[in-house]
């Protein structure tokens, strides 16, 4: 497994009372959340940060959308499975107060680093979206980039972009909250298919997959121009889902000269076919990649799998945060609260894919049936019985 980039696991659970520690389960998700640190002055303070953050998460797994859910999902587990705890139930304005001044950097770097220890993530996706709905407190619209395990689904990192800088000056920053590169595959969109970013996977020992758009008219046109005809297909593969049929089929050529890209060892074109499955009309688009893998690291097979992979990030996640957790209407606006909440469903999105839930809709009734299902998913085994 990759190391951590900090130091969240080994904790005192200092916020978690002595009678409850053998109720966590070690290294869960629980744990990590009681490590983080509470920079709130100690006076006046009700609840503990770790337990704030966990019925937070809590909630959000069992499908909570807003603050007066989250703070509704609270006061049932209160009387229900916590209620031999001693734990109570925050007011809806603590969740708010408390979400909104977090050190939301750190939390995605300690929720990223504790991830990273679930998963040994070999291809790795990033990619970004703007919280539609969300403004932060300087009323700018919040825009999130993530770094998703192509195998498993699961987010393993999340930088802010901020309003005077863009996706192409942050990726460095989501790639260095990995840890280790080496050996690993990064696929991302044409936005970043720059030289700087192949020289920083290429100086880090990683491996990248670039697709090549417009905004490279050169390299574009060196790739275009390449004996495409002459090469035979590689890999086809096909697949029926979200109302519509594709099929892509895939030509690869090793670069032995002429194309000006850093560490580009081979080329492909990809050309995809699209259908509604109640339609005739086909839709063609052809596009354009280039990876520093060699092509007995990477056979036409592997980059057509690789591709699909990245572009699911789309509907493992952006998807999934818009539609399930309905993100983009969303009205929190407090502070770094946006960052946070797209944090929280990030990781409930991460948990529930751990448990092998293919469908997150579903996976949240199932949670949101009795409290005691999603404090055990996060490594809280409660003392009162569990329903199943």
Request: aromatic fraction near 6%; hydrophobic fraction near 40%.
């Amino acid at each position: 497994m990759p190391s951590s980039p900090i130091s969240i696991l080994h904790g005192q659970l200092e916020d978690i009372p002595e009678n409850l520690h053998s109720f966590v389960t070690p290294e869960s998700i629980f744990q990590a959340l009681a490590a983080f640190p509470d920079h709130r002055k100690p006076r006046g303070i009700r609840h503990q940060l770790a337990w704030i953050l966990a019925v937070a998460l809590c909630a959000v797994l069992a499908g909570a959308k807003s603050f007066a859910a989250i703070a509704d999902w609270s006061t049932y587990a209160a009387s229900t499975s916590l209620r031999t705890t001693g734990f109570t139930a925050p007011h809806v304005t603590t969740f708010q107060r408390v979400l909104a001044r977090l050190d939301a950097e750190a939390f995605d770097q300690a929720l990223g680093a504790w991830m990273q220890t679930q998963v040994d993530a070999r291809i790795i996706a990033i990619d970004g979206k703007e919280v539609r709905g969300a403004k932060n407190g300087g009323a700018d619209r919040v825009h999130l980039m993530a770094a998703l395990d192509h195998d498993t689904g699961t987010v393993l990192g999340q930088v802010d972009v901020g309003v005077k800088t863009n996706e192409i000056t942050r990726l460095d920053s989501i790639l260095e909250t990995l840890g280790d590169l080496d050996g690993r595959i990064i696929t991302i969109d044409a936005l970043h298919t720059l030289g700087r970013h192949a020289e920083f996977l290429h100086a880090r020992r990683a491996h990248f997959l670039m697709t090549v758009k417009g905004n490279q008219p050169k390299l574009l046109k060196q790739l275009q121009a390449l004996p495409w005809k002459e090469v035979p297909w590689g890999n086809q593969q096909q697949d029926t889902g979200h109302g519509r049929r594709s099929i892509r089929r895939i030509k690869v050529a090793t670069l032995t000269g002429g194309i000006k890209f850093p560490h580009a060892l081979q080329a492909a074109q990809l050309t995809r076919k699209t259908r509604p499955l109640k339609g005739t009309k086909w839709s063609i688009e052809v596009v354009y990649l280039i990876t520093s893998l060699p092509a007995h690291r990477a056979s036409p097979r592997q980059l057509n799998t690789w591709i699909r992979g990245h572009w699911k990030i789309e509907n493992s996640l952006h998807w999934c945060r818009d539609v399930t957790f309905q993100e983009d209407v969303s009205q929190t606006r407090t502070g770094v609260a946006p960052r946070v909440m797209a944090s929280l469903r990030n990781l409930a999105l991460s948990l529930h894919r751990l448990n092998h839930s293919t469908n997150i809709a579903k996976a949240n009734r199932y949670m949101a049936k009795h409290p005691a299902r999603p404090l055990e998913r996060i490594g809280f085994m409660t003392p009162s019985a569990t329903l199943h």
